[in-house]
């Protein structure tokens, strides 16, 4: 049973450009859930989707930021004109809903340049 | 708001017993877990309690109170691959979890 994938592993953007990151789930979860991380810190949840649906973008920046989990494929996170500051690294977790553990993926280190 | 303390570093010796304490502030809250992290990799799972108590597994334990907002991760029988970092995490509704800034243990010779 595979784990949680994300890909690319490592991205490189200049500043203005768009970056997508994308998440497999573990077989047979349905909830995805993403969060950064900035070096020497903890993870700060971003947010919570099910299939088709965002159930909680509480960490979300209002602008430049969007996730989406569409019924076929991987959950992608967007970030469209990229700066300096959102150089972190971010990780997938997924999980049944049904228990506390969540799964989490190997993350995608974005660096902007 | 939610908050969620834990020291920055401890250093402990092979062999040895430590205990990585964890104190929160929370405006909901389901459980708290454990999460140990090598070298920036994937998070992974140790541990959740919900209700006060220690829980064993293994060489880990992780005790609450829920009435002093307090929990504890216990390593026994240190080993040098538990040197990493690890992260406390409140599971505050909706399953989202909110974090520690993370305690870096270090396990030496």
């Known amino acids: 049973n595979a784990g949680v994938m994300q890909n690319p592993r490592h991205l490189v953007r200049r500043r203005g450009q768009e970056a997508r990151l994308r998440c497999s789930p573990m077989?047979?979860?349905?909830?995805v859930y993403w969060y950064r991380q900035l070096p020497e810190e903890g993870l700060k949840f971003m947010v919570y989707?099910?299939?088709?649906?965002?159930?909680?973008e509480s960490g979300m920046p209002k602008e430049r930021f969007s996730a989406e989990f569409p019924k076929e494929g991987p959950s992608i996170l967007r970030i469209q004109q990229v700066v300096r500051g959102d150089s972190a690294a971010y990780f997938c977790?997924?999980?049944?809903?049904?228990?506390?553990?969540?799964?989490f993926g190997p993350g995608t280190r974005l660096t902007v340049l | 708001g939610q908050s969620l303390e834990q020291p920055s570093e401890v250093t402990a010796v092979e062999g040895a017993i430590v205990q990585i304490n964890c104190t929160y502030q929370?405006?909901?809250?389901?459980?708290l877990s454990w999460y140990q992290q090598h070298d920036g990799g994937a998070p992974t799972f140790l541990s959740y309690?919900?209700?006060?108590g220690l829980e064993e597994t293994g060489r880990f334990s992780s005790f609450l109170s829920r009435s002093d907002s307090y929990g504890y991760l216990l390593l026994q029988e240190l080993q040098m691959k538990d040197s990493a970092s690890y992260f406390c995490?409140?599971?505050?509704?909706?399953?989202?979890?909110?974090f520690g800034t993370g305690t870096q243990l270090k396990v030496e010779l």
């Open positions: 977790a997924s999980s049944t809903g049904r228990d506390n553990e969540q799964f």
């Open positions: 077989k047979g979860h349905s909830h």
């Open positions: 989707l099910q299939k088709e649906n965002i159930i909680d």
């Open positions: 929370t405006s909901g809250f389901y459980g």
């Open positions: 309690n919900a209700l006060d």
């Open positions: 995490a409140v599971t505050g509704g909706g399953n989202k979890l909110t």
